[in-house]
């Protein structure tokens, strides 16, 4: 059984930090993608960045040079070092991953959620 567990929401003030870690665990034989999705309420989920085994980043657009995201192979965690926070970034912060489990085929995974609010 694959869990994906996050940690790291809370409130925070405008231009404030917050670091999300989610660490993947159980039955896995290859994560191909890491990530973080958002959804704030009334909205769809979104992407807000993932990494893929190799390497390449993609970032949404009204992220770029405040999010960071990095991974922690020989953990199987990814990290959303997210910076200079905006009222707008407020919402449930999911981590995702692409992998295939030891028995079972490649799935998407989703984390429980963690949530995120900027607030003054």
């Known amino acids: 059984q694959v869990q994906l567990v996050e940690s790291g929401g809370g409130l925070v003030q405008p231009g404030g930090s917050l670091r999300l870690s989610c660490a993947a665990s159980?039955?896995?034989?290859?994560?191909?993608?890491m990530g973080w999705y958002r959804q704030a309420p009334g909205n769809q989920r979104e992407l807000v960045a993932n990494i893929i085994d190799g390497g390449s980043i993609n970032y949404k657009d009204s992220v770029k040079g405040r999010f960071t995201i990095s991974r922690d192979g020989a953990s199987d965690t990814v990290y959303l070092q997210i910076d200079s926070l905006r009222p707008e970034d407020t919402a449930v912060y999911y981590c995702?991953?692409?992998?295939?489990?030891?028995?079972?085929?490649?799935?998407?995974?989703w984390g429980q959620g963690t949530q995120v609010t900027v607030s003054s």
């Open positions: 995702n991953a692409e992998l295939l489990p030891i028995s079972g085929r490649r799935m998407n995974y």
């Open positions: 159980g039955s896995i034989r290859i994560i191909y993608t």
